[in-house]
């Protein structure tokens, strides 16, 4: 068998469908979870069906806060490559649960950078996400990684810029390559439920209204599910030089607003949906627009998957899954 990868939050929405990529081109894969309850459990675990049952793969039930077994996990795999994309996520659930992002995303990912070092690993890929840039007005060429990134408007936020400083510093003392993803508004099958696309759609399904923050005035730049798997495993087979630390956004490059997005959404499913606007709320930000060119210089990045289509798609496992 090939030397494994190691794919944390393997269990999770982007963390099941990159161990499934990598599966799919022969590679081993250790995926590792703790299956928290932030969402509906049984949602990881059917995620975790699909993959369990493939060759090649092996499903490990772990906190990565819990360093020691994790570095042991690491060292016995002999694994050389690392996706991390466990972590706490979510803006809103960070202003009432702020310990769960200091364990799972600080020492969670201090966890992983030392069994990283420890374990001779040759590229670890890690998540970050979008809103280190802060609230912020949209401009012609969209968020480049260049770009400020020091007034964050969550504790989420805040913790996910803490993590690409953390690994900027471990790359330079330890000197194995990491490259940081910028992730922008993913969406598609196996969602988070806690995602504005997937809770519209559960309330629109149920006859129930729909609240729209921010007035419908915000704008996201979404992501589909496939398009950002191309990215990581792009990037992936793309390590920086020895001690190097690169950050990529990775999104669609076409922001769109929250009522294009709804009314998108309303024709996916066949039904009109009862609106009541609301203000923003704390941690949210106006928009989000991702500049790619480099993360196409290095591995061709070209999004395929636009909206339209997504959502459709969305909408078709949204049915098959709950049976209605």
């Avoid at 990581?232 to 793309?238: A, E, K, P, S």
């Amino acid at each position: 068998m090939s030397i494994p990868i190691i794919v944390t939050g393997a269990a999770g929405f982007i963390g099941m469908h990159v161990a499934e990529r990598l599966l799919d081109r022969g590679e081993t894969v250790i995926g590792i979870d703790n299956f928290n309850s932030y969402y509906d459990p049984a949602l990881k675990a059917a995620r975790a069906a699909r993959l369990e049952g493939r060759h090649g793969f092996t499903m490990v039930r772990l906190d990565i806060a819990e360093h020691e077994v994790l570095l042991d996990l690491v060292k016995s795999s002999g694994a050389r490559r690392v996706v991390h994309l466990a972590a706490q996520a979510g803006v809103r659930y960070s202003i009432d649960n702020p310990f769960a992002y200091e364990r799972s995303n600080l020492a969670g990912h201090l966890a992983v950078l030392e069994a990283c070092r420890h374990a001779g690993v040759e590229h670890l890929v890690y998540a970050s996400s979008s809103s280190v840039y802060g609230d912020r007005p949209l401009n012609g060429s969209g968020f480049r990684e260049t770009d400020p990134a020091e007034t964050p408007v969550s504790l989420y936020a805040a913790t996910k810029r803490s993590c690409e400083l953390i690994s900027q510093s471990y790359a330079r003392l330890y000197g194995f390559p990491q490259s940081g993803l910028r992730f922008f508004t993913v969406y598609g099958p196996w969602g988070r439920p806690d995602m504005a696309y997937f809770g519209f759609t559960q309330k629109i399904l149920a006859g129930e209204p729909i609240e729209v923050f921010g007035e419908g005035k915000m704008a996201r730049d979404f992501t589909y599910i496939d398009d950002i798997v191309d990215g990581i495993v792009g990037v992936l087979d793309h390590p920086p030089a020895q001690g190097g630390h690169e950050v990529y956004n990775i999104g669609d490059n076409d922001p769109v607003g929250l009522m294009e997005m709804i009314s998108t959404l309303e024709a996916a499913l066949g039904v009109e949906a009862v609106k009541i606007m609301r203000p923003m709320q704390p941690g949210d930000v106006t928009a989000t627009y991702a500049n790619i060119d480099k993360l196409q210089a290095l591995t061709g990045y070209k999004p395929k998957v636009k909206l339209a289509e997504g959502l459709a798609r969305f909408v078709a496992w949204r049915r098959a899954y709950s049976g209605a």
